[in-house]
């Protein structure tokens, strides 16, 4: 029987020591925070977010009974492998939220608020709940959000996914649902089709809140071979190899091709790599005048350094999506030019007065400046035109109404004056591309090219 | 007499089933699928549903991986590439030829067994952390070949490139009743319960079979199995066969789930996450590859919702040291470790209330088997298939 004892005795110690090894490892999560350079522990940050979400219903005086909530949800990649695309969502979103709930002096002069804040619509008191969700970089998370947010809260509109196989699956929970759904991705004007988006259709609710990828194409090239070398013939680019990477690849051929350059060679790289040096060795041999390097900014200031390192490139490198103000931080060293895209407009060097005001809001909020923080400006004007658009409407509610108030909507906002989505659901908008020469700045704004490159598709 | 026969085979099936259930694994299993059938109404969550039907799917794979590794002892990381394969038959039936969930769903089964096949035919040839390898290896280049099939040109060729293809139709209705997870969450729900349940049978009447007797021999003693005339080759590449067939069926319901796909959702990370799954909740047992599943599925968004959301980071932290105290303290996984504990227990309270010596002995259990291995020995070790 004892020998029995303990064979059997192991494993309910082995079980006491599973149990500690748990508790062991939630203690060290909570210390380690979640890989945040400002190392607030996770648990802190979900309080402080539970308290943000709860905190409009907090606010509310007693008087403001007859306030009523329209909900809106944002689910994005705040952590993860995606996280970078995911930051900028949750930035403009709580800054829209406090400024109209609170009747921000912006959003009185925009027409929008009340000076107590809210917003009226038919002549009743409004309000925003914005519900932020983290689907953690995962489709499957994603898609579950998308789904409580619907069909459990309730929301009316989701600024809901990127990168593309995340806003693609959760449009197809949003659309049946008649609930408005804004992505940033580009790729989706593949499905935004004019039977698609026409009433009745299967996307008659979803937008894209970035420009044809043929107009962000063409106006990022123009700049960048302007500010690069005006003069020079051959460009090679470098694309990441995913889903976004082979849509934009052949955009960025056409544009270049249209502003003057040979492209010998569109070299993809795997997500996963970390030494760049074999694939700009290859790129070298083209002896090319640019190399444009695309479309992870983060990946791009870890890749040059190896590019300039065996002199890759004679005029200079672009990169996508990194602001000045982002550029500078990262300190990087460079004997050639580097231009870099923001979208649409740059932090701390554009000329537009509207966006430069927006991102003195912006930092006196306390949001953080990263990479794809530009893109933030997009959502931004979004939520005003969708106010805009409820109250052309007289509602909230009817999404149809919506929809027809929301493309008559002709908005001065940061980005430009009479903003607009198009009969496809599309808005149209210039980019800004900035050069550093040595740390030293000169930005260029491009607005669209007025015909698509010969080979585009669609036309 | 054809009537008696089918009769007969019935009640033998059905023994097979249910006769070797202790009471107490008729109540957990009772409980457990009063649960599962209730799970809509209990939960009312949207969150949690939706969760619970995308990891009904993995665990319809993960019976099929539970049969390879805990019948077998081979450990496969190239079933999210098997799911994808279902997933993709699926798919791309329904964008070329405009089949259905249901034509497409014997098609994605067969060609998943296929591709097990295909695969298993040399990587059989290895074990052990070698075989872990070359199915690592294998899901890469089902990635590889399903991103860059499309071309240059986005959406372009049979797969759809890395944007990958979208799937436009729900499952077709049965009697009436549609299954469009996108206007109802409910009847998608019991679609994957039934396949699941489906999977669970047959993966235990597989178990419980000669062929599963079979598989365990090869598994036990592979020179013994070859030496008494069995094709041990053969019998593994049909086993990695068979897994393939759930994972084709799991894939099949996992692209009219999301309802568009793309090679990333099927990558190398997927494999590894079922077979952690597999891994946790123990592959010996019934309920492992469940239990895997919900553990994995429903742990991360439970400590969201308690707001002690894990970032992918941390996740991979906790599932990882997870991964490794399983490993070493309970080696066939945690319903194995439970129920050891529970006849530990049991054992204990037996000798406690044992009569003084003098007294007649009461009748004394079969002792379990070690480390809860019940399907280690033969059919009498079904008994503990919890």
């Given at each position: ?81 995606y996280?970078v695309f ?76 990127t990168p593309h ?19 940033g991705s580009s790729t ?22 970035e420009t044809r990828e043929w107009q962000r194409s063409g106006s990022i090239m123009k700049g960048g071979v302007?500010l690069l ?5 051959v460009s090679v680019i470098m694309m990441l190899n995913d889903a976004t990477g082979q849509f934009l690849a052949p955009y960025i051929k056409r544009a270049l091709e249209a502003n003057?350059q040979?492209v010998p060679e569109i070299i993809y790289w795997d997500p996963a790599t970390?030494?760049f040096?074999?694939l700009f060795?290859r790129a070298?041999?083209h002896?090319p005048d640019i190399i444009v390097f695309m479309y992870d900014p983060d990946r791009a200031i870890q890749a040059i350094?190896q590019a300039?390192?065996?002199?890759a490139a004679?005029?200079g490198y672009f990169m996508f999506g990194i602001d000045?103000?982002e550029f500078?931080?990262?300190?990087l ?5 580097i231009a870099m895209a923001c979208v649409p ?26 990479s794809f923080?530009s893109v ?55 980019t800004e591309v900035c050069v ?17 490159p ?6 | ?146 991103r860059?099939?499309?071309?240059a040109e986005a ?6 490139g890395a944007q ?223």
């Open positions: 029987m004892r020998s029995e004892r303990w064979r059997l005795l192991p494993n309910s110690r082995g079980l006491l020591a599973l149990l500690s090894l748990l508790v062991t490892a939630a203690m060290i999560v909570a210390a380690c925070g979640d890989g945040d350079d400002d190392g607030e522990p996770a648990v802190a940050q979900a309080q402080v977010q539970q308290q943000e979400q709860e905190q409009p219903q907090a606010e509310a005086p007693a008087a403001e009974e007859e306030v009523i909530w329209i909900d809106i949800g944002v689910v994005a990649p705040s952590s993860g492998s996280e995911g930051h900028t969502y949750e930035a403009s979103g709580k800054l829209v939220e406090h400024e109209i709930n609170t009747g921000a002096q912006y959003c009185i002069d925009q027409g929008v608020c009340e000076p107590g804040g809210g917003f009226m619509i038919d002549g009743k008191l409004h309000k925003l709940r914005i519900h932020f969700r983290d689907d953690r970089s995962d489709i499957n998370a994603h898609v579950a959000l998308v789904q409580e947010l619907v069909r459990d809260v309730g929301i009316v509109a989701c600024m809901c996914g196989d995340f806003a693609v699956a959760s449009s197809k929970v949003t659309q049946p649902a008649k609930v408005l759904h804004f992505s989706l004007e593949e499905i935004l089709t004019a039977e698609a988006t026409a009433v009745g259709g299967e996307n008659h609710y979803l937008f894209q809140t302007d070398d005006p003069n020079s013939e003057g040979t970390t030494d040096s074999p060795s070298k041999a002896d350094p300039l390192e065996i002199g004679n005029s000045p103000a500078r931080k990262r300190d060293d460079s004997d050639l030019p407009l740059c932090h701390g060097e554009t000329d537009r007065a509207e966006a430069r005001e927006y991102w003195v809001r912006y930092d006196a909020f306390g949001n953080e400046l990263r923080s933030s400006l997009l959502t931004y004007d979004d939520y005003y035109m969708l106010i805009k658009a409820y109250q052309a409407a007289g509602t909230f509610e009817d999404s149809d109404a919506v929809v027809a108030a929301l493309l008559d909507v002709r908005y001065d906002g940061v980005i430009a004056d009479g903003f607009f989505f198009d009969d496809r659901h599309i808005v149209a908008h210039g550093s020469r040595q740390g030293v700045f000169e930005c260029q704004f491009t607005p669209p090219p007025a015909t698509p010969p080979g585009t598709p669609g036309f | 007499m054809i009537a008696r026969l089918q009769a007969s085979r019935a009640r033998r099936l059905s023994e097979r089933l249910t006769q070797q259930l202790t009471p107490a694994q008729t109540v957990v299993w009772t409980a457990l699928l009063i649960v599962m059938v209730l799970f809509p109404t209990i939960v009312s969550s949207s969150r949690f549903i939706d969760t619970a039907v995308t990891y009904g799917i993995f665990a319809i794979a993960l019976y099929g991986l539970g049969l390879l590794y805990g019948q077998t002892n081979y450990l496969s990381i190239a079933h999210s590439a098997l799911m994808g394969m279902g997933a993709y038959t699926a798919a791309i039936l329904f964008v070329q030829l405009g089949f259905g969930f249901w034509a497409a769903l014997p098609l994605s089964a067969l060609l998943a067994m296929a591709a097990a096949v295909l695969l298993g035919y040399p990587a059989l040839r290895v074990s052990g952390y070698h075989f872990v390898i070359v199915t690592f290896a294998a899901c890469e280049l089902f990635v590889l070949a399903t860059n099939l499309g071309g959406r372009s060729g049979l797969t759809g990958g293809l979208d799937v436009t139709e729900p499952v077709g209705a049965i009697f009436g009743q549609s299954f469009d997870i996108n206007l109802e969450l409910e009847p998608f729900y019991y679609l994957v319960l039934a396949f699941l349940l489906i999977a669970m049978v047959a993966a235990q009447l597989l178990i419980g079979s000669r062929l599963g007797r079979t598989f365990r021999a090869i598994r036990e003693n592979e020179a013994l199995a070859r030496s008494i005339g069995v094709r041990a080759n053969f019998y593994k590449i049909l086993a990695f066969g068979i897994s393939g067939v759930f994972a084709g069926v799991a894939g099949a319901l996992f692209a009219y789930k999301l309802r568009h796909i793309a090679p990333d959702l099927f990558n190398s990370f997927e494999g590894v996450e079922l077979a952690l799954m597999v891994l946790l909740g123990g592959s010996r047992r019934l309920m492992g590859p469940l239990v895997g599943a919900i553990i994995v599925g429903f742990l991360p968004e439970v400590l969201d919702v308690a707001g002690i959301g894990l970032t992918p980071f941390q996740r991979q932290i906790v599932f990882g040291l997870l991964l490794v105290a399983v490993i070493i303290l309970l080696p066939h996984g945690l319903v194995a470790g439970i129920a050891d504990l529970y006849s530990y227990l049991k054992r204990s309270l037996a000798e406690t209330l044992r009569p003084p010596p003098g007294s007649s002995p009461p009748p004394s259990e079969p002792a379990a088997p070690p480390n809860g291995d019940t399907l280690a020995a033969g059919d009498a070790e079904q008994r503990g298939a919890t």
